[in-house]
């Protein structure tokens, strides 16, 4: 056998060692036995191998070429013996690999394989002689992709949980009738294909704007706090953001645990809702946002209110509303039946021509008197005249004239303001008639409807018939209509 000289150590997948390539960019070597070539003799003469020597020698070639060697994969049955020893399986999407912790190198590790969990695994391949299988004798074991993430997310958590950042009294309640929405996700994703779903199901008149971005890999947290930072500059323009991505691994979802991501969104000025992968997963924007959703699907049955319990909910509103109308109706009905009843007893039309025909003989008396009044001045005058004989009676005269122009002037004075009064009150009962007219409470938006044949005025819906010929009186016009069915009653 040829003696194949130690390789340094180096990280390989399970399907490495378990499928080397052949081609010259092969990671790994491929190792051949060497045997003497021999003549061709008769059967009974051939050196042969038991399956002993054979496993010898295979095991042998397999701990001098990798005594020491990592390998990475996801764990598998593990299954912690009563001995203390671990055993378990390492896989990737190709190949296993059987791995067996002894308990005197596992008592010293800070990591416990868990199915499911990638693991680095350091130590040396070997070959189990007893089953023939090829295995691996593990050193030290270590967290590798999901478990370094879990370590730095539980940290980061630690941290912005410290600040105060997931504090329930800085979550912001939902709108409840949301009009534009932000949806930061891939285009391509499932995640954007469930929420539009939902929403066109829901509240198809809820606008949505798509922020495309990268929602896995390193790039994307980039392109995720590129896009946070722009949707941050136009956020009045939405009422609330929704991030979200569909399910996948840790790996696949570490961009969302990304602290400067989530304190992005922490200070966001609209409401956040986050909803990354499936119900199980958590990330940092799952505790920074106002409201956390299990699924994608899930977040958009939050956000979009159901528009046909909405419906149903405003035809209630609409019939409650129409009962408090009709109530309202029927008692300013009455009311007005009882006006009119006590107008028709006042008869307001008697009263004013009562009061004009006051204001008329009030009128004839003042005249009269002022005649009268006159008459009698004018015999002082002439009788005054007549005394004074040869006296000067001008200055008198143009006293007693001065008078009675005063006299005059304060008659006419009074008779005008006794003239105001009336025509005023005349004019404020006029305006309480025309307050009071069935006009004014038309030019208020009712109608009085009445048969077109007959010229019945109906009351109540119950006394037309369908397929009647109406006639709806307005305030300004009359409308002729037909009656084609009857809503519901509200009462």
């Not at 001098?64 to 593990?78: A, I, R």
């Not at 021509?353 to 005249?367: G, Y």
Request: glycine share 4%; net charge positive.
């Amino acid at each position: 056998m040829r003696k194949i000289a130690r390789m340094t150590p180096h990280y390989f997948t399970t399907q490495q060692l378990t499928r080397p390539r052949v081609s010259g960019h092969s990671a790994l070597r491929i190792f051949r036995i060497s045997m003497p070539t021999l003549a061709p003799t008769p059967t009974s003469a051939r050196p042969t191998l038991s399956v002993s020597q054979l496993a010898a020698l295979i095991r042998g070639v397999l701990e001098d070429s990798f005594n020491s060697v990592w390998v990475e994969g996801e764990v598998n049955g593990f299954k912690p013996m009563p001995s203390g020893h671990w055993y378990f399986t390492l896989k990737d999407q190709d190949s296993t690999l059987k791995v067996a912790m002894f308990k005197g190198r596992n008592l010293y590790s800070k990591v416990a394989p868990v199915n499911g969990e990638k693991l680095r695994v350091r130590g040396r391949v070997t070959l189990y002689d007893a089953r023939g299988e090829l295995q691996m004798v593990a050193d030290q074991v270590e967290a590798a992709g999901s478990g370094l993430l879990q370590r730095a997310f539980e940290e980061a958590k630690a941290r912005l949980q410290a600040e105060g950042l997931f504090d329930a009294d800085k979550k912001r309640p939902l709108p409840a009738f949301p009009r534009r929405v932000a949806v930061l996700t891939s285009p391509q994703g499932a995640a954007i294909s469930d929420v539009l779903a939902v929403f066109a199901r829901r509240y198809p008149m809820l606008m949505v704007e798509i922020w495309p971005s990268l929602v896995q890999g390193d790039e994307a947290i980039v392109q995720l706090r590129q896009r946070v930072a722009e949707i941050a500059s136009v956020a009045s323009r939405y009422d609330l953001l929704l991030i979200t991505r569909g399910g996948g691994s840790a790996q696949d979802l570490a961009c969302f645990n990304d602290e400067t991501l989530a304190r992005q969104l922490a200070g966001f000025a609209i409401p956040v809702v986050s909803a990354i992968g499936h119900e199980i997963d958590f990330s940092l924007t799952d505790f920074v946002a106002d409201v956390r959703a299990a699924t994608p699907s899930a977040a958009a049955e939050l956000i979009a209110p159901d528009s046909v319990r909405l419906h149903a909910h405003l035809v209630q509103s609409a019939a409650r509303m129409r009962k408090i109308v009709q109530s309202r109706f029927e008692q300013r009905q009455f009311r007005l039946e009882q006006s009119y009843r006590l107008l028709q007893a006042c008869s307001p039309a008697r009263r004013i021509s009562l009061d004009t025909s006051r204001l008329l003989h009030a009128r004839a008396l003042l005249q009269r008197a002022l005649q009268s009044r006159l008459t009698q001045l004018l015999q002082r005058l002439r009788s005054n005249a007549v005394r004074l004989g040869s006296c000067d009676p001008q200055p008198i005269l143009l006293r007693k004239r001065q008078r009675l122009e005063t006299l005059r002037i304060a008659l006419e004075r009074q008779l005008r303001l006794r003239l105001t009064n009336s025509q005023q009150r005349l004019a404020g009962l006029d305006l309480q008639l025309r307050a009071l007219s069935p006009q004014r409470t038309l030019e208020r938006g009712y109608a009085i409807i009445s048969n077109a044949a007959t010229g019945k005025i109906y009351a109540r819906a119950s006394e037309i018939e369908d397929q009647a010929l109406l006639r709806l009186r307005m305030a300004d016009a009359s409308l002729d209509a037909k009656a084609i069915g009857k809503a519901p009653s509200t009462s």
